[in-house]
């Protein structure tokens, strides 16, 4: 089965860091593209960094460049994001995705449950 | 980066047809996504590249695009189609945006 996992979210203090990880299975990671999308409490869905399969480009939204690090282990088929200087807007649902083959960029065709971040003091 | 703006909410009968716009200057030249999202759940791709269906999606699903704005169709919707749905699509520097969501609300 085709799974993607989420772990490492919790409560930080403002200004302080995280490590969220996301656990890949059923199919071959270093293949594909892999993104973080987070959702904040009652709103929408809000793209925060894409990574290609050999590392070679990642990308961030505006708000995360200089703050966060997008990276990933395909040997242990694992995503990574590092997560510093954090704010109470980042208070979150953070989500990994996979970016299917032949979908055009962007198209996220498997999702993980998501794993919180609550920001706050 | 830029926006892509979707209506709210939108509210349908059993049965009937519900459009949801999606508009932004890129989507003349990037291909549009479609996720659904019910509550406490992950969002599921619904349509890619602008108008195809993923395999298991139902038919009643169908995207469409012209110029800047590009539409969701959901034919003879049932209730459990209610749910949040978001456009996403990409600009030239990598990026990718989404939508802020429309609510359909089956009535």
């Known amino acids: 089965e085709v799974q993607l996992v989420e772990s490492g979210g919790g409560l930080v203090k403002p200004g302080g860091s995280l490590r969220l990880s996301c656990a890949a299975s059923g199919f071959t990671l270093k293949n594909y593209s892999m993104n973080w999308i987070r959702q904040a409490p009652g709103k929408g869905l809000e793209w925060v960094s894409s990574?290609?399969?050999?590392?070679?480009?990642?990308y961030y939204a505006d708000s995360m460049k200089g703050r966060f690090i997008i990276s990933r282990d395909n040997a242990k088929k694992a995503l990574y994001l590092q997560m510093s200087s954090l704010r109470a807007e980042d208070t979150a649902v953070y989500f990994c995705?996979?970016?299917?083959?032949?979908?055009?960029?962007?198209?996220?065709?498997?999702w993980g449950q998501g794993t919180m971040v609550t920001v706050s003091s | 980066s830029y926006e892509l703006t979707q209506p709210p909410s939108v509210s349908v009968s059993p049965g009937q047809t519900a459009r949801i716009t999606c508009s932004g200057d890129?989507?003349?030249?990037?291909?549009t996504f479609w996720y659904q999202q019910k509550p406490g759940q992950a969002p599921v791709l619904m349509i890619y590249k602008d108008r195809e269906r993923p395999s298991g999606i139902p038919e009643r699903f169908s995207g469409s695009s012209s110029g800047t704005t590009v539409t969701l169709t959901i034919s003879g919707v049932q209730a459990e189609d209610e749910a949040d749905y978001y456009c996403?699509?990409?600009?030239?520097?990598?990026?990718?945006?989404f939508g802020a969501g429309t609510k359909v609300t089956v009535v």
């Open positions: 890129a989507l003349a030249n990037q291909y």
């Open positions: 996403q699509s990409a600009d030239t520097s990598g990026t990718y945006v």
């Open positions: 995705a996979r970016e299917g083959l032949g979908l055009g960029s962007g198209g996220l065709d498997v």
């Open positions: 990574m290609s399969p050999t590392t070679d480009y990642t």
